[in-house]
């Protein structure tokens, strides 16, 4: 059983940044971590969730949205089974559970929450 376990967020101050980690284990018949794209969501209290941040498999192609664009960077480390999300110049608009993707098996982590606040 796929499992994605998320870490790294925590209360900031706007401007401040973190890093996001995101490790997915579990993969079974000749599939492992190196196979598969992987995406960073968020969802803010009321609102919908939505995509954040985007990294290929092999050649590390890398998609945002608007909104965080030259702030945040999406990074990963196939040997450590990881995904990282350096997130820098925060604003309280970024305040939001943050949840971490596995594209193809289509599996969530449980979430980390980003508190952008003074």
């Known amino acids: 059983q796929i499992r994605v376990v998320e870490s790294g967020g925590g209360l900031v101050q706007p401007g401040g940044s973190l890093r996001l980690s995101c490790v997915a284990d579990?993969?079974?018949?000749?599939?492992?971590?190196?196979?598969?794209?992987m995406s960073w969501y968020r969802q803010a209290p009321g609102k919908e969730r939505e995509f954040v941040a985007s990294i290929t498999n092999v050649y590390l192609t890398t998609k945002y949205t608007d909104s965080v664009k030259g702030r945040f960077t999406i990074s990963r480390d196939n040997a450590r089974s990881s995904v990282y999300l350096q997130m820098d110049r925060l604003v309280p608009e970024d305040t939001a559970m943050y949840y971490c993707y596995v594209q193809g098996p289509a599996v969530w982590g449980q979430g980390t929450q980003v508190t952008v606040s003074s």
């Open positions: 579990g993969f079974t018949h000749g599939y492992t971590f190196r196979h598969y794209d």
